[in-house]
């Protein structure tokens, strides 16, 4: 039986070091984001920092997605 992504996310979050940080990583991406976002004019270091945060935020979302792959296929195969 196969568990759902969602299931694993949710145990890696409660038993995953490594997972734990990259989920807290990327809350903090996208709290920055939110925090331009609602910023009335953006300059043009604030646009390039928008964009930096979004590549960073994808690739740690990335990592995460590998590890909950990666923890699907080694431990929830029954």
Same mark, same amino acid.
């Given at each position: 039986?196969?568990?759902?992504?969602?299931?694993?996310?949710?145990?890696?979050?409660?038993?995953?070091?490594?997972?734990?940080? $990259?989920?807290?990583?990327?809350?903090?991406?996208? +709290? %920055?984001?939110? &925090? @331009?976002?609602?910023?009335?004019?953006?300059?043009?270091?604030?646009?390039?920092?928008?964009?930096? $945060?979004?590549?960073?935020?994808?690739?740690?979302? +990335? %990592?995460?997605? &590998? @590890?909950?792959?990666?923890?699907?296929?080694?431990?929830?195969?029954?």
């Amino acid at each position: 039986m196969l568990i759902s992504p969602r299931d694993i996310r949710e145990h890696l979050m409660a038993s995953d070091t490594q997972f734990q940080q $990259l989920a807290q990583e990327h809350s903090r991406y996208e +709290d %920055q984001l939110k &925090q @331009l976002s609602e910023t009335p004019y953006l300059s043009s270091e604030d646009i390039l920092r928008q964009t930096t $945060l979004k590549k960073l935020k994808l690739s740690v979302k +990335d %990592q995460m997605e &590998q @590890l909950i792959a990666r923890h699907g296929q080694n431990n929830f195969r029954r």
